[in-house]
């Protein structure tokens, strides 16, 4: 015989949506060189692309293409402190900050015809 003690509609008190998102963002930025870091977050990739991480729609996403990483969001905030990168995210007005990657400005690309004097 089994006897019910408590219900919840909601089993987990924390957002683990939030968590496996940025998880997943901060593999794709880990390592990678920052180009704009704000409301948005524009790095360059393993393969040389430029990419951005956004809210769009309540949506964080992820462009070029299309991905969509994490929905019902209100809010969205990527900054450097301390040498860090960290995005804050926003949601029925509590707000969640996690550290993403070690900011990594992006070199300037040198010119292939300069030649190196020594």
Same mark, same amino acid.
């Given at each position: ?27 794709? #930025?880990?390592? $990678? ?5 704000? @409301? ?5 990739? %393993? +393969?040389? &692309? ?34 860090? #990168?960290?995005? $804050? ?5 509590? @707000? ?5 990657? %070690? +900011?990594? &400005? ?13």
């Amino acid at each position: 015989m089994y006897r019910l003690i408590s219900h919840s509609s909601k089993i987990s008190p924390f957002p683990e949506d939030i968590y496996r998102a940025v998880k997943q963002v901060s593999q794709y #930025v880990i390592g $990678t060189s920052y180009i704009e870091i704000g @409301d948005d977050y524009q790095y360059v990739n %393993y +393969a040389g &692309e430029t990419m951005i991480l956004q809210l769009d729609h309540h949506r964080l996403v992820k462009t070029p293409g299309f991905e969509i990483i994490l929905t019902d969001i209100d809010d969205l905030q990527f900054e450097i402190i301390n040498d860090l #990168v960290y995005v $804050t995210i926003t949601r029925d007005e509590n @707000d969640y900050r996690f550290l993403l990657t %070690y +900011a990594k &400005e992006k070199e300037e690309i040198k010119e292939e015809n300069e030649e190196v004097i020594e």
